[in-house]
């Protein structure tokens, strides 16, 4: 199982700030678009940010568009999601992954973000 390792969770007061990270295998990373992906409790894992393998046209769900921003550093194979003005609603488990299914090869653990209102 190709491992994707995410990071950068943590308890945060509505309002405040994170910034995750996602450590990616190169056979995932490579030309691949990436995502970053969250469940919360209860629901179903759903996409809420996505870029190209160029790092042009990051792509965000309304509901986090203009709070979230995502970036890519293709030298490292790692990408990023950084969260302002957090809110309860964002509490969830963050996941990244290639956005094709065909690409993808499993899920990480995860980085749970918990925002306390």
């Known amino acids: 199982q190709v491992q994707l390792v995410e990071s950068g969770g943590g308890l945060v007061q509505t309002g405040g700030s994170l910034t995750l990270t996602c450590v990616a295998p190169?056979?995932?990373?490579?030309?691949?678009?990436m995502g970053w992906y969250r469940q919360a409790p209860g629901k179903q894992r759903e996409i809420i940010a996505s870029?190209?393998?160029?790092?042009?046209?990051?792509s965000y769900v309304p509901i986090v568009a203009g709070r979230f921003t995502i970036s890519r550093d293709n030298a490292k194979n790692t990408v990023y999601l950084q969260m302002n003005s957090l809110k309860p609603e964002d509490t969830a488990v963050y996941y990244c992954?290639?956005?094709?299914?065909?690409?993808?090869?499993?899920w990480g653990q995860g980085t749970q973000v918990t925002v306390s209102s």
């Open positions: 190169e056979s995932i990373f490579s030309n691949s678009a």
């Open positions: 992954n290639a956005v094709s299914p065909a690409r993808q090869r499993g």
């Open positions: 870029i190209t393998a160029g790092g042009r046209s990051p």
